[in-house]
């Protein structure tokens, strides 16, 4: 990204500018540690934020109506999709998380200390982009009015490191899909579309070779917007997940594929 880059900064007002992305990232950068000494981020944490607010181009306002939705799997001639919905408008308005691309599910092992916001950004999209080219990391994305509006993460449990048990899992790690993540971009929130995207996956599971499909709610979901990521545990109960084990925040929810 080239041109003059700029941000006021939330907290004291001053304005941070650089002449690219690098050298403004340097300068929020400066400026957190000069004037914000109290703010307890890491370096990556607070460029991967500085660097988001530069990128993120999509509205925040929620539509009152739609188009017709579509959903379609990310094969290698969506990737683009793909990138245009997480670079710009997927987290609209929370440039905090924008760093994760969806990757954390991938990369972060059970239990692990630290967040996806401690790796750059680009070292995240660029894993996703070669785990959706080879097939280890699996979704689909929602289209609205034929722009990509939402994603589901919904790879196999052996390719998430959050969730993966191991060998002696029952059911296999291989034979489960891990609904790991749901993004919905803000003006398309409210319309339906998680459940559209939850119905594609259950749909699939059988032709994907699945036995299972599970999620993982968080347990407090006082924050539609915040917490429902990981979707809401009323609505995969109405889709006939039953809940079968706890993690620290969440549930895990269990679906089984019927092969009839």
Request: include cysteine; charge should be negative; glycine fraction near 8%.
């Amino acid at each position: 990204m080239t041109g003059n880059n700029r941000l006021r900064c939330d907290d004291c007002s001053v304005l941070v500018e650089g002449p690219d992305l690098e050298a403004f990232s340097d300068a929020y950068l400066a400026h957190a540690r000069s004037r914000h000494p109290d703010w307890s981020f890491s370096d990556v944490a607070i460029r991967n934020v500085a660097e988001a607010t530069q990128r993120i181009t999509g509205s925040t306002k929620r539509l009152d109506t739609i188009g017709p939705v579509t959903i379609h799997p990310v094969s290698v001639s969506r990737i683009s999709d793909w990138l245009n919905f997480f670079d710009h408008h997927a987290f609209a308005g929370n440039p905090v998380d924008a760093c994760c691309y969806c990757a954390g599910p991938h990369v972060i092992r059970r239990g692990q200390q630290g967040g996806i916001e401690q790796r750059p950004w680009r070292q995240n999209r660029e894993l996703m982009i070669s785990l959706l080219r080879s097939g280890r990391a699996y979704g689909y994305l929602a289209y609205a009015d034929d722009k990509p509006a939402g994603w589901v993460n919904a790879s196999m449990r052996s390719e998430c490191a959050t969730y993966r048990l191991g060998d002696s899992a029952d059911p296999s790690d291989r034979d489960v899909i891990a609904i790991s993540c749901f993004g919905i971009a803000p003006p398309y929130r409210g319309h339906g579309l998680v459940h559209l995207l939850l119905q594609r996956v259950l749909a699939d599971a059988v032709s994907r070779g699945a036995h299972w499909v599970e999620a993982y709610p968080f347990n407090d979901q006082e924050n539609v917007d915040e917490d429902n990521w990981l979707g809401q545990a009323a609505l995969l109960t109405a889709h006939g997940f039953d809940a079968v084990g706890t993690l620290q925040r969440q549930s895990v929810m269990r679906f089984r594929v019927d092969p009839a």
